[in-house]
């Protein structure tokens, strides 16, 4: 039987990290991230898992001890938020380009300066082109279902590449709310144990990480960039059979009663569950409006935003974060391009809201609503507009 | 010489398979000077071969020395080092 129990997104990947029976944890404490690795140190101290807790002094030696992890074939686990994230940065790199699988979940967290411990999505943007699979959970149960699932396609041998579960900081991470938890044996039934076919054997010696001159590093990338957009039939599949196993189908965009919806609002992460409150009241008032989230960042899932977006003629797009001096949202800007060569395509209005913490309540939902679709009939002087911005904001336009 | 790969070659996270296979990489064709080795006034002593920074002086069945031009970058340390004037000589190489 499986089991219903109250649970912080925080302690819930950590249950799923204790049933996907993982060797190796190197983690290094950082808020709003830190109850995972808490919770983790205490279970692997209290002998509830038997794996190696490695407790480093720094997030780039936490990633750093994972590669060398992967490298011997063990299931790895690592865990950061913001500033934890930034300071990991160049291994984070390192980890997809050398095809290590692993799963990291980021407790997503707003950057410095000015200093703050609060949730936006600033640090995966800075992430978004290093080469992970990166999934966004929107509550918690997701959380627990995304690290399982994480393992699973990870260490496919199709696959073998690291996976990022992000999760709203403070929203999720130290939020409780029930969560099924599975049996064991059910668990053990969707994640075979991990097998690396290129795990460190003095017997079979092999380099790992080697240099590459300018006549083959373009053919390195070339085959990693393959690896990934491949990676997508894959991760599928592997959401099917969670699916079939656990009752829980995800997709990598997933849509919200957008039944001949003139009005789509584009979220992510824990957003989308306030915004379907939102979505539900206006539909109950007659509007045409409907809600797609992705649930799939990278590799960025084209075909299924299109087809979900085509018959729409306005899409509202609300980022967690800013990309200084462009578009406005890496997300609104990633979905615009995406739409350009499309035949009909929606206008795309741009939103930025939720940033450090900011709360993003039903009522700003609605106002986004409202003033997005007086943006697509009317325009507007600004590239974007920022939900709840105390001030007039002008000077965010082309130049 | 390696034969050129084609991304599709490489193993997954470009891992290398065959150890100590840098040896099939030419690292010589750089080179603006290459050293001429002249037996007849060569002594043996091996200085050149010790000092030589990329392993690319070798011995030869007689026990005389004599440069491989596959890895040598032409730096001319074993001239500088050859104690007999004249043994190593370091000549332009020529556009060919």
Redesign the interface.
Known sequence: MSRRVALEASHAVAEAVRMADVDVIAAYPITPQTHIPERLAEMVADGELSAAYIPVESEHSALSACLGAVAVGARTFTTTAGQGLELMHEVVYVASSMRYPMVMVIANRALSAPLSVWGDHSDVMSVRDTGWIQVFAQNNQEAFDLVLWGFRVAEDSRVLTPVMVNLDGFTLSHVTEAVILPEQDVVNGFLPPFHYPFALNPDKPATHGAFAAPDIYTETKISQEVALRKSKDILLQGWQEFGDMFGRRYYPVELYRVEGAKTLLLTMGSFTETAKMVIDARRDRGELVGLVSLRLWRPFPFTEFRQAVKEADTLIVLDRSISFGGQGGPVCSEVRSALFSEPKRPVVVSFVGGLGGRDMAEKDFGYVLDRGREVAAKGSAELFETVGVCGEVSGIRDL | MAK??????????????E?GNSAERSTGDWRTERPVFDKSICIKCGLCWLHCPDSAIKILDDGYYDVDLFYCKGCGICESVCPKKGAIVMVEEEEK
């Open positions: 050129k790969l084609t991304w599709r070659d490489l193993e997954v996270g470009n891992i290398v398979t150890p």
